[in-house]
């Protein structure tokens, strides 16, 4: 009847179809590229010092080029921030800048509580490394939301509350 005849084929997502390539998707992620991979460049090492904010904190920071010590207010990082998630959030900006050990911090914090703190000292450090290099290591900075203050502030107290949205107990008698 027909002449025409179909040839099955084992389909093999390596091999590329119509010169389309290999499959757009896979279930495995691909590792993250490195920053320094981004722009083709490696990060230089200056001396560079800015000012972090968040809630009633402020923190002045200065990077110079070392070995990776943390003076904070006279006092190492880790006995000025004994918790351990306060130190990782701390050292982020050297993480995603992919600058871990090449610089010293020298750092002077005052106001707010400690999260606080930690928040501000982590703008000051991001800012810092922004200021140092600005191309090898602001795109990176920037992706990872390091070089945005957190504007969130306390509310003001309101007139007949107690505080900001809290309010006497009502009684309907």
Same mark, same amino acid.
């Given at each position: 009847? $027909?002449?025409? @005849?179909?040839?099955?084929?084992?389909?093999?997502?390596?091999?590329?179809? &119509?010169?389309?390539?290999?499959?757009?998707? @896979?279930?495995? @992620?691909?590792? %993250?590229?490195?920053?320094?991979?981004?722009?083709?460049?490696? #990060?230089?090492?200056?001396?560079?010092?800015?000012?972090?904010?968040?809630?009633? %904190?402020?923190?002045?920071?200065?990077?110079?080029?070392?070995?990776?010590?943390?003076t904070v207010n006279g006092k190492p990082l880790d006995v000025y921030f004994p918790n351990k998630v306060h130190q990782q959030h701390?050292?982020?900006?050297?993480?995603?800048?992919?600058?871990?050990?090449?610089? &010293?911090?020298?750092?002077?914090?005052?106001?707010g509580g400690i999260t606080g703190q930690a928040g501000a000292l982590q703008l000051g450090v991001a800012r810092c490394l922004n200021?140092? &290099?600005?191309? #090898?290591?602001?795109?990176?900075?920037?992706? %990872?939301?390091?070089? $945005?203050? &957190?504007?969130?502030?306390?509310?003001?107290?309101?007139?007949?509350?107690?505080?900001?949205?809290? #309010?006497?107990?009502? $009684?309907?008698?």
């Amino acid at each position: 009847m $027909s002449d025409i @005849t179909t040839e099955t084929e084992e389909f093999d997502p390596e091999v590329p179809i &119509d010169n389309e390539g290999p499959v757009a998707y @896979t279930s495995e @992620t691909s590792p %993250a590229p490195e920053q320094r991979a981004e722009t083709g460049r490696v #990060a230089v090492i200056n001396p560079a010092g800015a000012t972090g904010r968040r809630k009633e %904190a402020v923190a002045r920071v200065r990077l110079v080029p070392g070995s990776g010590n943390w003076t904070v207010n006279g006092k190492p990082l880790d006995v000025y921030f004994p918790n351990k998630v306060h130190q990782q959030h701390v050292n982020e900006p050297f993480v995603v800048a992919g600058l871990e050990g090449s610089y &010293d911090v020298i750092a002077r914090i005052n106001g707010g509580g400690i999260t606080g703190q930690a928040g501000a000292l982590q703008l000051g450090v991001a800012r810092c490394l922004n200021a140092a &290099d600005e191309e #090898a290591n602001r795109p990176g900075l920037k992706k %990872a939301g390091l070089l $945005s203050r &957190d504007a969130r502030i306390k509310e003001r107290k309101k007139a007949g509350l107690k505080k900001a949205r809290k #309010a006497p107990q009502y $009684s309907k008698r």
